[in-house]
Each structure stands twice: as C-alpha cells, then as structure tokens.
C-alpha cells in the first residue's frame, strides 16, 4: 500500500520569504513518480511538478524547486521568493500503478 | 483544447437519495479516474475507467459505481447518500505518451443533509 505525509499543516510566511513543504511517502514499488499539486480556493487541482524514480536530480523551474531522496523517501518543495499568489493548499503525491495516492496538503498562507 | 470538465458544479441532495455526477475527459485523453476529497482532506482514489472498463477501485463500498462511455466520458453514480458523501469530486483524465499526468477538473461540491 501507498502512504504519503506532510506534517505541516499550515504554514504563513511574510511576501519574498522561501517556503519549503515537507513530504515523506511510502511505497514497496520501485518505479513510481512524486507530485506536487496546488489547490487554490477555486478547488481545481493545478500541476505542478513531476519526478520519477529514478531521476533524483534536484531542479529549478522558475520559482520552484525540489529536494527528492530516495534514501529518505522525501519529496520536498520550496518556493522561493514567495507572492501573495502562492497562498493556497499544496499536496504531495505518489503514482504508483496508475493511480495517486494524496497526502494531507499543508495550506500555505502568504501574507503581503 | 478544453481541459476536462465536470458536472454540475454545486449538488445539495439529502440523505438516502441517489446522485449522479459527471466528467467529460481532455481532448485525446481515454482513461478516467474519480477521487473522493472531504473537507481539509486530501483527494482519495475511487476508481478508475479505461476502454469502457472499470480498471482499478479504491476502498470505497459499492454504492459508489461508474461508468464510461464510447466517447471516453464518464459518470460517477452514488447510492442511499450518508452525510459523509459529503465531499468535492474530482474527475481526472490520462492519455497520450504522458501516461502518469493525471489532469483534474474543476470539481462538483457535494452535499449531502
């Protein structure tokens, strides 16, 4: 069975400070992809970022980045420079079999 | 290109009746998937359809049932609603080369009194 979790339920952070969102998952698969998704208030789930794995290069997209470690099966995520914008819920995933496995979401709040 | 849709956007039923929700797929997309989100929750997988077919199903109990059409879209039906429906429901939709991106729609809120 799969299992992710965020700790952190709720973060508030003042505008242009970096966020970074914990995630730790669970899976015996080997091949498997890591998610994350934003949910504004509207509801509509926005993607964001994707990772197999097998690639555990970290990257930069913008103003996204991510730490992935197999080692510790974490999946973090940090925006840097934070807007008013980014204030919405964000949620870790697991695809494994095709299907996603969610965690909890952490609500980032950004406060101009 | 429209992204995926859903139907109707708002549902107030009452408890014991049935419901009926709705989710046409992204253009060239055949595989459908239904995710249950409670309030302050994460989404949780219902089930999934491909070629008509349900493919995979989560832990949900059988009053939750769906179906896919030939055109690729689907229904997610509930029976003798519980207070604990209650919930947003997403419909995804997968296809093409990109088999793991799963694209959400806007969602129907579901109530249930």
């Known amino acids: 069975a799969q299992k992710v979790t965020q700790a952190q339920t709720e973060i508030s952070v003042v505008e242009k400070e970096d966020v970074t969102l914990d995630c730790v998952y669970e899976t015996r698969d080997t091949t498997y992809y890591l998610f994350w998704y934003k949910q504004p208030p509207s509801g509509e789930l926005v993607f964001l970022i994707r990772r197999n794995s097998f690639d555990e290069q970290n990257e930069i997209s913008g103003r996204y980045s991510w730490n992935f470690q197999k080692s510790t099966s974490s999946f973090n995520f940090t925006i840097t420079a934070s807007q008013v914008v980014d204030s919405a819920v964000y949620f870790c995933?697991?695809?494994?079999?095709?299907?996603?496995?969610f965690g909890a979401g952490t609500t980032v709040t950004v406060r101009a | 290109d429209a992204g995926v849709t859903q139907s109707p956007t708002h549902l107030i039923k009452t408890r014991g009746q049935q419901v009926t929700l709705r989710c046409s797929p992204k253009?060239?997309?055949?595989?459908v998937s239904w995710y249950q989100q409670a309030l302050g929750q994460g989404p949780q997988f219902i089930f999934q359809?491909?070629?008509?077919?349900?493919?995979q199903r989560g832990n949900f109990p059988d009053r939750f049932s769906g179906h896919q059409f030939p055109n690729y879209s689907s229904e997610l039906n509930v029976n003798a609603l519980l207070l604990g429906d209650s919930a947003l429901y997403l419909c995804?939709?997968?296809?093409?080369?990109?088999?793991?991106?799963?694209?959400f729609g806007p969602g129907t809120r579901l109530t249930v009194l």
């Open positions: 995933a697991l695809w494994v079999d095709y299907k996603l496995s």
């Open positions: 995804a939709s997968t296809g093409g080369t990109i088999y793991n991106e799963q694209f």
């Open positions: 359809y491909y070629e008509e077919e349900e493919r």
């Open positions: 253009s060239g997309h055949d595989t």
